[in-house]
């Protein structure tokens, strides 16, 4: 039975966990849903998980879920009220609130007006301003020369921040630290947000050192009632980007609290707010000082941490708001039980300077008893994605949410860091060992970090494991391979001669092995048809596998110690996650590479995706680190710079061409060899 009468039927404009998430709410409730979906997406999980489903175009963004005028069709094809926008894709653009307006379909969200002032970081700002909200000192004026911009980074003293005036995720959002650096930064802002937001305008900030992230999540009805849901912590991030958060936030004063909360409530009255947002706060970690960032008119990935502590469904509420209801609870109603923090499981590489990664999900496992969307005894998983599904470079690379829910912080953290030894991922890399390397960190724990967390302490997140490790994971895996393969049959590695040396009892290869998220290295082992073990050829330890299930689980001897744990196989690499919470990648060379001309230095691709800038052409001169091109994809510009110094040559690209990871685009030679 329909609990909310007047959404007689919803439309989410969106894909992957929020539709879903979405969809999980509008069921309870007795809502029928309608998805939308893109030609990638014809086989996704919110296309089951909804009653109604409508292709929507091609995969790309632009030809699908950011096609205003086939959405609003659909909707009324289909019948729906109201219109749930998620976050990303038209979450925040003003023109769409209003053409569902016009079209007499309800947008879960502020109103147009709204968005459009707070879409607006330099409109924002003078909102902000005048309603009395603190400020980090800036610039965020009309005149957009290039020569005003630098100019007034030079007035504002460096470092300054230049960021897109209609960005978020960390798109057009640049740090230059002297003047030399600052046409760099202030064009390359410019083009990223030309190219994400059709609006190359940016304003500058003073950019703070040593920041805290912490926003805070508020509500508000058409009746004039706006609340606030406790804030979170968002501090530690990549690439400007949030990849774990908190509520309620760690270490401040009651205070310190109420006084962000005031502020957060003061700019939602500000903009004639409706529906869920969130206030932005940097927060000066040596002054405890807090400045206004910016506000995000919809739902926010991490509204989970703030479901968990205060008890409460956000998007319950949302659909209660959009349907004209008065929000059912009081500012005293509203309180912060306990603690939750959330980590976002991206497939990507940490230690490739967490370049996002393509394929397919071999294996996606929660812990046991996990039920997706809501908590169970503590953990709650939100994903977008089953087991089999692909991660394409058309969309965000994240796999999954995980949020904890403990009495107090250090039992939260616990039960994260035991529920991301029992997650198993493969065959994508990401970022779950460095997530618990985080969540382990004596910093983190204590409550000592901030923005620059990650590339402050960099050589522990980043720590290779031991000479000795990297054997002992070595002999295992080849074990394993073995045992997969069944030794001695055709198909076998070991059932060939081509790739190892030596006869008789024993044969030796070459393999590679490294952690989930870690350069591979290239080792030696040998096979011993005596006992059937491997051992590393420089006198490693000998392991042998005592048992293996159809299921995957193994049991295990190395060097004498006992290992339990489950293994998969993927083309070229295994897969090892043991009992006691170590996880790895064993990959196995391929022979295939791509030589390059003699004396010169390739540039490869670090990620697929489109050419958007070529700087330089064949026959010029370049240095060390001189951009050639930039690259886009998944949010993110990249610049490839040159390797070495030389003369560019063999230039394969140009603007708009699709490239793969690792494809080379161009060579660079030896201005003797170009003369």
Same mark, same amino acid.
């Given at each position: 039975m329909n609990q909310i009468g007047a959404v007689k039927k919803l439309l989410i404009a969106n894909r992957g966990e929020i539709a879903c998430r979405i969809m999980k709410t509008a069921r309870r409730l007795g809502v029928p849903t309608v998805a939308v979906y893109s030609k990638a997406d014809e086989y996704a999980k919110h296309v089951t998980y909804a009653d109604e489903a409508f292709y929507i175009g091609a995969a790309a963004a632009k030809d699908s879920y950011l096609r205003k005028d086939k959405i609003i069709d659909i909707a009324r094809r289909a019948g729906a009220t109201h219109i749930h926008p998620g976050y990303g894709f038209l979450s925040e653009n003003t023109d769409f609130a209003q053409d569902c307006a016009t079209n007499g379909i309800k947008f879960v969200g502020p109103p147009a007006s709204a968005i459009r002032a707070m879409g607006d970081k330099i409109e924002s700002k003078v909102i902000m301003e005048k309603a009395g909200v603190p400020l980090v000192p800036g610039y965020h004026g009309a005149d957009q020369s290039l020569e005003t911009l630098v100019e007034e980074c030079k007035k504002i003293g460096f470092p300054v921040l230049v960021k897109a005036a209609l960005g978020g995720g960390g798109k057009g959002m640049k740090v230059a630290t002297c003047e030399e650096e600052c046409v760099d930064a202030i064009q390359s802002a410019q083009r990223e947000a030309l190219s994400s937001f059709s609006d190359q305008r940016v304003l500058l900030e003073k950019y703070v050192g040593s920041p805290r992230h912490i926003e805070v999540q508020v509500l508000a009805d058409s009746h004039g009632k706006v609340l606030h849901f406790y804030e979170r912590d968002c501090s530690v991030q990549r690439r400007h980007q949030k990849i774990v958060e908190e509520a309620p936030a760690f270490g401040i004063s009651k205070e310190f609290q109420a006084a962000l909360h005031r502020s957060a409530i003061e700019a939602a009255r500000a903009v004639g707010y409706e529906n869920a947002g969130t206030v932005e706060f940097l927060v000066d970690a040596d002054t405890w000082e807090f400045y206004?960032?910016?506000?995000?008119?919809? /739902?926010?990935?991490?509204?989970? *941490?703030?479901?968990? @502590?205060?008890?409460? !469904?956000? #998007?319950?509420?949302?659909?209660?708001?959009?349907?004209?209801?008065?929000?059912?609870?009081?500012q005293e109603d509203v309180k912060c039980d306990g603690h939750a923090v959330e980590v976002r499981l991206y497939a990507e590489n940490p230690k490739k300077d967490f370049l996002p990664a393509t394929g397919d999900l071999l294996r996606l496992r929660v812990p046991e008893g996990?039920?997706?969307?809501? /908590?169970?005894?503590?953990?709650? *998983?939100?994903?977008? @994605?089953?087991?089999? !599904?692909? #991660?394409t470079d058309y969309y965000d690379p994240m796999i999954a949410k995980m949020i904890t829910k403990g009495e107090d912080r250090a039992d939260a953290m616990g039960k994260m860091r035991r529920a991301l030894g029992d997650l198993h991922i493969a065959d994508l890399p990401n970022n779950v060992s460095f997530l618990r390397d985080i969540l382990k960190h004596d910093k983190f724990l204590e409550g000592d970090f901030d923005t620059n967390f990650i590339p402050k302490h960099s050589s522990e997140l980043f720590e290779e494991p031991s000479g000795e490790e990297k054997g002992r994971r070595a002999a295992l895996a080849l074990a394993l391979r073995c045992a997969l393969e069944q030794s001695g049959s055709k198909d076998s590695a070991w059932g060939r001669s081509d790739g190892f040396r030596g006869a008789g009892l024993s044969y030796v290869r070459q393999i590679e092995v490294g952690l989930e998220d870690e350069e591979v290295e290239e080792?030696?082992?040998?096979?011993?048809?005596?006992?059937?073990?491997?051992?590393?050829?420089?006198?490693?330890?000998?392991?042998?596998?005592?048992?293996?299930?159809?299921?995957?689980?193994?049991?295990?001897?190395?060097?004498?110690?006992?290992?339990?744990?489950?293994?998969?196989?993927?083309?070229?690499?295994?897969?090892?996650?043991?009992?006691?919470?170590?996880?790895?990648?064993?990959?196995?060379?391929?022979?295939?590479?791509?030589?390059?001309?003699?004396?010169?230095?390739?540039?490869t691709s670090p990620m697929p995706g489109r050419v958007v800038q070529v700087f330089k052409k064949d026959g010029d001169e370049v240095k060390k680190g001189d951009p050639i091109l930039a690259i886009e994809a998944m949010k993110m510009e990249l610049l490839v710079s040159a390797t070495t110094t030389g003369v560019l040559s063999g230039l394969k690209v140009s603007k708009d061409s699709k490239v793969g990871e690792g494809a080379v685009l161009a060579y660079i030679v030896d201005p003797a060899a170009a003369a």
């Amino acid at each position: 039975m329909n609990q909310i009468g007047a959404v007689k039927k919803l439309l989410i404009a969106n894909r992957g966990e929020i539709a879903c998430r979405i969809m999980k709410t509008a069921r309870r409730l007795g809502v029928p849903t309608v998805a939308v979906y893109s030609k990638a997406d014809e086989y996704a999980k919110h296309v089951t998980y909804a009653d109604e489903a409508f292709y929507i175009g091609a995969a790309a963004a632009k030809d699908s879920y950011l096609r205003k005028d086939k959405i609003i069709d659909i909707a009324r094809r289909a019948g729906a009220t109201h219109i749930h926008p998620g976050y990303g894709f038209l979450s925040e653009n003003t023109d769409f609130a209003q053409d569902c307006a016009t079209n007499g379909i309800k947008f879960v969200g502020p109103p147009a007006s709204a968005i459009r002032a707070m879409g607006d970081k330099i409109e924002s700002k003078v909102i902000m301003e005048k309603a009395g909200v603190p400020l980090v000192p800036g610039y965020h004026g009309a005149d957009q020369s290039l020569e005003t911009l630098v100019e007034e980074c030079k007035k504002i003293g460096f470092p300054v921040l230049v960021k897109a005036a209609l960005g978020g995720g960390g798109k057009g959002m640049k740090v230059a630290t002297c003047e030399e650096e600052c046409v760099d930064a202030i064009q390359s802002a410019q083009r990223e947000a030309l190219s994400s937001f059709s609006d190359q305008r940016v304003l500058l900030e003073k950019y703070v050192g040593s920041p805290r992230h912490i926003e805070v999540q508020v509500l508000a009805d058409s009746h004039g009632k706006v609340l606030h849901f406790y804030e979170r912590d968002c501090s530690v991030q990549r690439r400007h980007q949030k990849i774990v958060e908190e509520a309620p936030a760690f270490g401040i004063s009651k205070e310190f609290q109420a006084a962000l909360h005031r502020s957060a409530i003061e700019a939602a009255r500000a903009v004639g707010y409706e529906n869920a947002g969130t206030v932005e706060f940097l927060v000066d970690a040596d002054t405890w000082e807090f400045y206004f960032m910016e506000m995000n008119t919809r /739902l926010q990935v991490e509204h989970p *941490v703030s479901e968990s @502590v205060t008890n409460v !469904d956000l #998007v319950e509420l949302q659909l209660r708001v959009a349907a004209g209801e008065e929000l059912p609870l009081s500012q005293e109603d509203v309180k912060c039980d306990g603690h939750a923090v959330e980590v976002r499981l991206y497939a990507e590489n940490p230690k490739k300077d967490f370049l996002p990664a393509t394929g397919d999900l071999l294996r996606l496992r929660v812990p046991e008893g996990t039920r997706e969307f809501e /908590l169970t005894d503590g953990v709650r *998983v939100d994903s977008g @994605v089953r087991e089999g !599904d692909s #991660v394409t470079d058309y969309y965000d690379p994240m796999i999954a949410k995980m949020i904890t829910k403990g009495e107090d912080r250090a039992d939260a953290m616990g039960k994260m860091r035991r529920a991301l030894g029992d997650l198993h991922i493969a065959d994508l890399p990401n970022n779950v060992s460095f997530l618990r390397d985080i969540l382990k960190h004596d910093k983190f724990l204590e409550g000592d970090f901030d923005t620059n967390f990650i590339p402050k302490h960099s050589s522990e997140l980043f720590e290779e494991p031991s000479g000795e490790e990297k054997g002992r994971r070595a002999a295992l895996a080849l074990a394993l391979r073995c045992a997969l393969e069944q030794s001695g049959s055709k198909d076998s590695a070991w059932g060939r001669s081509d790739g190892f040396r030596g006869a008789g009892l024993s044969y030796v290869r070459q393999i590679e092995v490294g952690l989930e998220d870690e350069e591979v290295e290239e080792v030696e082992v040998e096979y011993l048809r005596q006992g059937g073990g491997v051992r590393m050829v420089d006198g490693g330890e000998v392991a042998r596998i005592l048992s293996l299930s159809s299921g995957s689980e193994f049991e295990a001897e190395v060097g004498g110690e006992m290992i339990r744990g489950e293994v998969v196989m993927s083309p070229g690499s295994i897969h090892v996650w043991t009992a006691s919470g170590e996880r790895f990648i064993a990959s196995f060379p391929s022979p295939d590479h791509e030589d390059v001309e003699d004396g010169s230095s390739s540039v490869t691709s670090p990620m697929p995706g489109r050419v958007v800038q070529v700087f330089k052409k064949d026959g010029d001169e370049v240095k060390k680190g001189d951009p050639i091109l930039a690259i886009e994809a998944m949010k993110m510009e990249l610049l490839v710079s040159a390797t070495t110094t030389g003369v560019l040559s063999g230039l394969k690209v140009s603007k708009d061409s699709k490239v793969g990871e690792g494809a080379v685009l161009a060579y660079i030679v030896d201005p003797a060899a170009a003369a």
